[in-house]
């Protein structure tokens, strides 16, 4: 941001050297926690997410390359409010939030709310978020995350995160979250709330698909046009959602 | 009239702020005095005329400034050099030996893993860093380590293989 003149801070103040918020945990009442240090390489490689949020685990290794997930950040990402950022959606379908803290204290910001605009947040000038944390899910949490990128670390052309909750075969709650296709991360509400309440029939998928296309508000430029990106967000929701349904058998 | 220098304002130079910082570089102990501003590829080719260390996109984008920092591999133009005080960093120039070249290298040569030569620094460090953590890896492994580090000349088949060449004469070292 500095090197584009997007930003010319008057002071920088380096965290990295803040030793003990480099975590991530489940908290005894199933919430994920997520320190502001914690690199995108550790959730990656994470055992915990790999048995515990399927939507995280699947998106950690698909966030910019290799190398750049030895130094950059969950927290970091969601507080860079860029609208092709991958965890914003990741996060959005979560229902997560963040914990800012600022000279009066900690406040916590769903994560919904963090983002203004592009590269632009709700936080004050004299706060620092220092964890984002994802809730406990109502019963078992399923999901996944899919990004089109032309080349590994490049911008995504469309990514969609799903995040379902289930009892058994019944959903619980849901969310879906838009990346690269709006100003910012977009939450298709009205797409995850015709999930909940049912199991995840053909129809209740097709609906969801089409309601999520409709949220996204995608623009035509190098990496293809708003209608194929649409097109690709139908795609993508129906793929990861039919990826969840269960037969009798699995549900029981 | 023209000269070659020009007298600056002394106070103009004194509102800069600067800081002293000591960075470990290929296991030499090496200190400077830096604006904060200054990114640490830039101290490594212009402060400590490193300069195998290259900048291609200076966006965190083409690899070609790959070091490796405490161990690990970065993008040594997205890092300031004030936040090197204090650790490790090694570059292409700490991988041979006084009189030898380092398996990885000889690799690049024998499989003809380069051909213009300014991606290569930053292959072989993401290269070293896989080598270190995985010493038998598999061509995807391989692929999946150089994929933060872009080459337009070879394909990357070569590269690869270069990879794997290294891997086998460490393993027989």
Redesign the interface.
């Known amino acids: 941001m ?3 003149r997007f930003a010319s801070p008057e002071m ?1 103040v ?1 965290i ?1 050297e803040i030793s003990d918020l480099g975590y991530h945990r489940v908290d005894a009442d199933g919430s994920i926690h997520v320190g502001a240090l914690c690199r995108h390489a550790d959730l990656e490689r994470s055992a915990l997410l790999a048995t515990r949020q399927p939507t995280m685990a699947a998106a950690a290794p698909l966030v ?5 997930r ?2 950059g950040t969950l927290v970091g990402s969601l507080c860079h409010a860029d609208p092709q950022g991958d965890w914003a959606s990741v996060m959005v379908s979560l229902n997560a939030s963040v914990v800012a803290q600022g000279r009066n204290g900690r406040r916590t910001i769903p994560v919904k709310e963090l983002v203004r605009g592009p590269f632009q947040t709700t936080l004050a000038y004299d706060e620092v978020v220092v964890e984002a944390i994802a809730p406990a899910p109502q019963g078992e949490a399923a999901g996944g995350y899919l990004k089109l990128e032309r080349r ?2 490049d911008f995504a052309t469309v990514g969609v995160a799903v995040s379902v909750d289930r009892i058994g075969s019944q959903v619980t709650r849901a969310g879906i979250g838009l990346t690269g296709v709006g100003g910012s991360t977009i939450s298709a509400d009205d797409a995850a709330q015709v999930l909940v309440g049912g199991s995840l029939t053909a129809e209740a998928i097709g609906e969801a698909a089409s309601l999520a296309a409709q949220a996204a508000q995608p623009r035509t430029d190098h990496r293809g046009s708003a209608s194929y990106k649409r097109h690709l967000v139908s795609v993508f929701t129906t793929r990861l959602l039919n990826g969840l349904i269960r037969t009798e058998e699995e549900a029981a | 009239m023209t000269s070659l220098f020009q007298e600056v304002n002394p106070g103009a130079a004194a509102e800069t702020p600067t800081r002293e910082i000591t960075v470990k570089v290929n296991g030499e102990s090496r200190t400077a005095v830096v604006e904060p501003r200054l990114v640490l590829a830039h101290l490594l080719r212009q402060g400590f005329h490193l300069t195998g260390t290259h900048t291609g996109c200076d966006t965190s984008n083409c690899g070609a400034c790959t070091v490796l920092f405490d161990g690990k591999p970065v993008k040594s133009c997205t890092l300031f050099a004030v936040q090197a005080d204090g650790h490790d960093v090694m570059t292409v120039e700490g991988l041979a030996g006084p009189s030898e070249l380092h398996a990885i290298q000889e690799g690049f040569k024998e499989e003809h893993g380069l051909q213009c030569g300014f991606c290569t620094p930053g292959m072989m460090m993401a290269s070293k860093a896989l080598l270190d953590e995985n010493p038998n890896p598999t061509e995807d492994e391989i692929r999946w380590a150089l994929s933060g580090n872009l080459c337009r000349c070879t394909g990357y088949q070569n590269i690869v293989k270069a990879v794997m060449w290294a891997a086998k004469k460490l393993e027989d070292q």
């Open positions: 500095i090197k584009l920088l380096d990295n910019a390359d290799p190398i750049v030895n130094r590994v670390g």
